[in-house]
C-alpha cells in the first residue's frame, strides 16, 4: 500500500504525492447536518425508512411502473433497435403525480403544470426543516440559502407536446431555475437561491456550494440536495444507447459482473447550520460536514471518460481543507455506478491516496447506495451524503449489495480497499469516526464532501424534574382532514414507542410547540402521562368532547383581543391554590411576598391559612376571604404572564378590582395590599348587618321591585352582572320580602352566603374610615387598559385613591356595562382570573346581547387539577389563535424528538394530452367508432378526415408474430389495415 496504481488508460498529469502531515488551512468551522428529508425508492420516504432499507439490505429496483412507460412497448435486448432500450428496469418513488398544493398555497391549475420535481422537493424541504426542529416561520426574511442540483424535464417535454394546453404557469413551472427560488419563495427565504447542474455530481456540488455560502457568511443556515424524476423513456434510450446501462437493472459496483448502471430517481434535502450555533441551539446532528472540493477532469479519451487523477485531487483537496491526513479516512461512499471503465478508475483513486501510510491489516471500507436504489443520477450525491450522515450517526455500515466477484480490474488488497457485504460496526471505534462521499458528473464535474461523526450526543439533556405535571400537547394542520392525519400520527407514534424509549412526554411537548410549525387548524391536548395523552387522542379521533382536549380554527380577520377578568367574593374555597402552591414556583413567590407584606398589618398568616385544612380552614371569613382573594389572583395573573398570556385590558368585579388595579399597573403591591387588608377590615365591622340576594332581573326590572315595595333606602342594588343578573344587597327582612314576592311571580332568586351585606347602605358609613386608612397610597398610571366596575368605563388609573375604593364598596358594581364597555372596544376573549368561574355565564350573556362571538375561560375550577385546569385554557387561546411564544410555557431546552412528519393530503395534478400518454404509456383507453369497440392493436387514431391509426408491429413485442411468416420469410413488417 505505498505505491501508486496505474490506471486503465494512460494518464497525462503527475503522480499523487504522499500526504505527511496535515495541511495548516483547515477552514474555521466544522458545518452540522441537523435535518435530512427524502423521497427514495423502495418507499425510503424518511430518514427512518432510509436508514431501515440500508440496513436490511434492500434491493428497492423494480420493474418500470406502468405510470411511467409501456416496458414491453419501448424494450428490446438489441441495443441497435431504433427506439428501444435494453432495460426493463429501474428505482422509482411512490405517487411522484401526487401532490399537497393547498399546503403551499398554490392553486390546483398551477399546480398541475409544476414539474413533480419542484413539487415534491417542497415536500422534502418541509421534511427536512421539520427533521431539523427549524420552523418556517422563523426562517421568514432570513439569510438561508437554498442549493438544488437538478437536470432533466421530463414533464415540460410532456406538457410541451401539446402546444394548445400552455399556459400562463407552463414555462415558470418547467424551467430548472426555479427549483431552488421556488423553495426560497414559499419560506420567504433571503439567502443565496440556486439551481445547480453538473448532470450526476449535481447534488453534492449543490452540498459544496450550500457550505462554501456559510462558511463566506452569505448564509446563516442552507437547504441543499438534489432531485431528479424519471417520466418519459426518452433519457433511458438515449443512456442505452451509450451502453451506459445494465441490461440485469443493477448497479454491480466492484463487482465482476459491472455492465452499466440502473437509473432511478428521487429527491433528498439535508438541512445545514454552523456547528457552534447548531449545539447553541440545541439541534439535533446527524453529523458533521468538515470540508468539501469540486474540480473538473479537464480533457480525457471522451467528456464522459473519468480522470482519477482530478479524483484523487478531489480527495486530497478535501483532506488538506480539513487538516486530516487522508489515513485517517475510514468510509467511502463510492460514486460507484457499476460500469466497467468508472469503477476501476474510481477505486485506484481512491486506494492511490486513501491506502498509503496505512497500518497492515487496516483497510479503507467503501460502499455505494446505487447498489439499493440504483443510480438517482442529479441525486444520486446527496443519497450517498444521506446514507454517510446516518451511518455515522448509528455507528454502522451497511452491506453493499451484489457484491460477489471482485472486479478484476480492481486491486482490492494493494489498493487498502475492502467492500462490506454485510451490516457491521463502525472500524475503529476509540478514533474519530471520518467518511467521504464522491460524486461525478459525466461531463467531468467532480465533487468530494468530508463528514465526521460526533463524539457524543452534544444536544442531549437530562429530562425537567417537573416531568410528572399535567403538559400541553399542540397539534396544527392545514385543514381538517390534515388534523385528523396528525392526531392519528401522533397516536401511532405514541403507542409504537418502545417500553423503554428515553422519550419523555415533556420533550414530545417541548418538540411540538418549539420546534414544529404552527397552522390554522388546531388541537390542544393536556396530559400527564403518555397514556393519558393516548386516550385524549383517540378521543379527539371518536369525536369526543373532553375538559383536556379543545380544537378550532384560526378564522380570518379574527385577532383574539384578551382582557383579563378579576372575580369578587364568592369562589373562594378552603384548598385553592393549593396544588399551584406546591408545583408552580412563580405562583409560591407571589404568595410569599403577599404573606410577608400582609404581615405589618394581619395577626395572622396567609400562608397557614391558604394551607389550612377543611375544617380549620377559615376562608369564609371576609377579613381572610378578601385577602386570599386578591393574593391567589394576583399569583394565578403572574403565572399566566410568565406562560407568555398577557391581558391587553384588565376589569375587576368588585373586591377583584384591587387586584385588577395592581395588575394594570395603577398600584404597587405594597399599596394593593393596604387596600385589600383596610377594606376587608372596614367591611368585616358590618358583618351580620343584612343579606345578599341574586335576581333574575334586569337593572331596570330591580329597581321597579325596589320602588313598589319602597325599600330603595334600605336595599340597594349591590351588582349588576348581566341583563338579567341583578344582585340585591341590605336589610335582612325587606329581602325575605322581595324574595318572597319574586317566588310567587316565578322569578328566580337565591340568597348568598356571605357574611357582609357589600354594596348595601351598610357600607355607607365605611366610606370615609376606608379613605381615611388609604391616605398614603400612590395610585399611578395604568400600564394596561384598565376598565373600572364602578364607573363603568375605562380610568387612567391614578384616581384610584382613597375615596375611589370608599365608592367601591358602597357603589353597584356595574358589571355588565363595563363589559360592554369591553366589547365596543373590540375585546372579545375573556379569562376569569378567580379559583372558580362565577362570571362566564354574564359575560357570555353580554357577547350575546351585543351580537358579538366571543370567549369565555377559566383560570380554576373546584375540585379540579389546577395546573390541568390552566393548561386547558391555555390550549383553548391555542386554538383560538392567540399569538403564543412556546418558549413561555416551555422555558427550558428540551431534548428534541423526531416526531411524525406532516401527513400530506395528497392530489393528483397531472397536465397531459391524450396524445402524449399515448405515446408513453403506448395503451389507449378503449375506443368506439360508430357504437363498435376498436381492437387494440389498431394503437393510436391519427388526426385525419378518414379514420386511420397508427401501430408498431414489434416481434419481440408480439411473440406470436413467428408463427405467422411468409414463405419463412423473417424480414420486418410492415402492414396495411383498412376497414
Known sequence: MTQNVPYL?????????????????????????????CRFPGSANSPE??????????DAITEVPESRWNVNKFYDPDITKPGKMRTRWGGFVDKIDFFDAQFFGISPREASRIDPQQRVMLEVAWE??????????????????????????????????????INAYTNLGGVNCVTANRISYVFDLKGPSMTVDTACSSSLVAVHLACQSIWYGESVLAIAGGVNAILRPEATIGFSKASMLSPDGRCFTFDARAN???????????????????????????????????????????????????????????????????????????????TPVGDPIEAIALGNVLGKNRTLGEYCTVGSVKTNIGHLETASGIAGLIKVALALKHRQIPPNLHFQTPNPKIPFEELGLRVPTTLEPWPNSKEARLAGVNSFGFGGT?????????????????????????????????????????????????????EGADVSLTDICHTASNRRGHHDHRLALVAHTKENLVENLEAFLAGENRPSLSSGHLVPDFQPKLAFVFSGMGPQWWAMGRQLLESEP???????????????????????????????????????????????????????????????????????????????????????????????????????????????????????????????????????????????AGDSAALSEIAKSLEQKQIFCRFLQVEVPYHSPFMEPLKAELA?????????????????????????????????????????????AAISSLIQAGYNTFLEISAHPVLANSISECLAFAKISGTVLQTLRRFEPERATMLSSFGKLYTLGYPIDWHHLYPQQGRFVRLSSYPWQRERCWQESEESMAVRIGTIPQRSMLGQQVHPLLGSRLKSSQPMWDAEIDKHRLSYLDDHRVQGSDRTWNCFLAP
Not at 426542529?133 to 438544488?148: C, H, N, P, W, Y
Not at 439533556?461 to 400520527?489: F, H, M, Q, T, Y
Not at 397610597?777 to 384598565?786: M, S
Open 9 to 37: 488508460k494512460p494518464q497525462t498529469s503527475k503522480e499523487t504525492t504522499d500526504f505527511e502531515s496535515a495541511d495548516s488551512g483547515k477552514i474555521a468551522e466544522s458545518i452540522a447536518i441537523i435535518g435530512i428529508g
Open 49 to 58: 425508512a432510509f436508514w431501515k432499507l440500508l440496513v436490511s439490505g434492500i
Open 128 to 165: 427536512a426543516l421539520e427533521d431539523g426542529g427549524q420552523m418556517s416561520e422563523r426562517l421568514a426574511d432570513s439569510k438561508t440559502g437554498v442549493f438544488i442540483g437538478i437536470s432533466g424535464s421530463d414533464y415540460q417535454n410532456i406538457q410541451g407536446s401539446d402546444r394548445d394546453s
Open 260 to 338: 452499466g448502471y440502473v437509473r432511478a430517481e428521487g429527491a433528498g434535502i439535508v438541512v445545514l447550520k454552523p456547528l457552534s450555533q447548531a449545539i447553541a441551539d440545541r439541534d439535533p446532528i446527524y453529523a458533521v460536514i468538515i470540508s468539501s472540493a469540486v474540480n473538473q477532469d479537464g480533457q480525457t479519451n471522451g467528456i464522459t471518460v473519468p480522470n482519477g487523477q482530478s479524483q484523487e485531487a478531489a480527495l486530497q483537496e478535501a483532506c488538506q481543507n480539513a487538516g486530516i491526513l487522508p489515513q485517517q479516512i475510514q468510509y467511502i461512499e463510492a460514486h460507484g455506478t457499476g
Open 446 to 498: 467532480n465533487a468530494h464532501v468530508l463528514l465526521s461523526g460526533l463524539a457524543t450526543d452534544v444536544t442531549d439533556i437530562g429530562d425537567s424534574e417537573r416531568g410528572s405535571l399535567p403538559v400541553l400537547l399542540p397539534l396544527s394542520a392545514k385543514s381538517p382532514n390534515a388534523l385528523v392525519a396528525v392526531a392519528r400520527a401522533t397516536h401511532k407514534f405514541l403507542t409504537t414507542l418502545s
Open 586 to 728: 412563580i405562583f409560591r413567590e407571589v404568595i410569599e411576598q403577599c404573606d410577608e407584606l400582609l404581615r405589618q398589618y394581619a395577626d395572622w398568616s396567609l400562608l397557614s391559612e391558604l394551607r389550612a385544612s377543611e375544617e380549620t380552614s377559615r376562608i369564609n371569613s371576609t377579613q381572610i376571604a378578601q385577602c386570599a382573594i386578591f393574593a391567589v389572583q394576583i399569583a394565578l395573573a403572574a403565572l399566566w404572564r410568565s406562560w407568555g398570556i398577557t391581558p391587553q385590558a384588565i376589569i375587576g368585579h368588585s373586591v377583584g378590582e384591587v387586584a385588577a388595579a395592581h395588575v394594570a399597573g395603577a398600584l404597587s403591591l405594597s399599596d394593593a395590599l393596604q387596600v385589600i387588608f383596610h377594606r376587608s377590615r372596614v367591611q368585616a365591622s358590618a358583618a351580620g348587618f343584612g343579606k345578599m340576594l341574586a335576581v333574575g332581573l334586569s337593572q331596570e326590572e330591580a329597581e321597579r321591585v325596589l320602588a313598589g315595595l319602597k325599600y330603595e333606602s334600605c336595599v340597594s342594588i349591590a351588582a349588576v352582572n348581566s341583563l338579567s343578573a341583578v344582585t340585591l
Open 772 to 816: 381615611q386608612s388609604l391616605q398614603e397610597i400612590k395610585p399611578q398610571t395604568a400600564t394596561i387598559p384598565l376598565f373600572s366596575t364602578v364607573t363603568s368605563k375605562q380610568v387612567e388609573g391614578s384616581e384610584l385613591d382613597g375615596t375611589y375604593w370608599g365608592l367601591n364598596i358602597r357603589e353597584p358594581v356595574l358589571f355588565a
